[in-house]
């Protein structure tokens, strides 16, 4: 089992930027990819952005150049730094686990579906 905890979310203008934080806890040694999806009620979890546990790094295209993901493995801790924020990104976001051995070279981290999620934590962005 793999706990995680979101914290940073918040309200922003158009433009300016947050850092999300993950607390992670539990069986993490064989926990090979952890990401950041988001959604927004009545749409699909959208994922954003994945990282392994060696350090390479996945970006959906609508955040490539604005969001940066980077992890603490010493302490279990995993970020989402968010530049230029848009009207679009309001959503909430959450953090989450691959399955035991996996990658993230696989699809589900861009379909969100992780196996181990946290609570959420919300931003939104207005103009």
């Known amino acids: 089992q793999v706990q995680l905890v979101e914290s940073g979310g918040g309200s922003v203008q158009a433009g300016g930027s947050l850092r999300l934080s993950c607390a992670a806890s539990?069986?993490?040694?064989?926990?090979?990819?952890m990401g950041w999806f988001r959604q927004v009620p009545g749409k699909q979890r959208e994922g954003i952005a994945a990282i392994e546990r060696n350090g390479r790094t996945y970006y959906v295209d609508s955040v490539k150049g604005r969001f940066t993901i980077s992890q603490d493995n010493a302490k279990n801790m995993l970020y989402l730094l968010m530049n230029s924020l848009k009207l679009e990104d309001t959503a909430m976001y959450y953090c989450?686990?691959?399955?035991?051995?996996?990658?993230?070279?696989?699809?589900?981290?861009?379909?969100?579906?992780?196996?181990?999620w946290g609570q959420g934590t919300q931003v939104t962005v207005s103009a």
């Open positions: 989450g686990a691959g399955p035991p051995y996996s990658y993230c070279g696989g699809t589900y981290w861009i379909n969100g579906n992780y196996a181990y």
């Open positions: 539990g069986y993490l040694s064989t926990t090979y990819c």
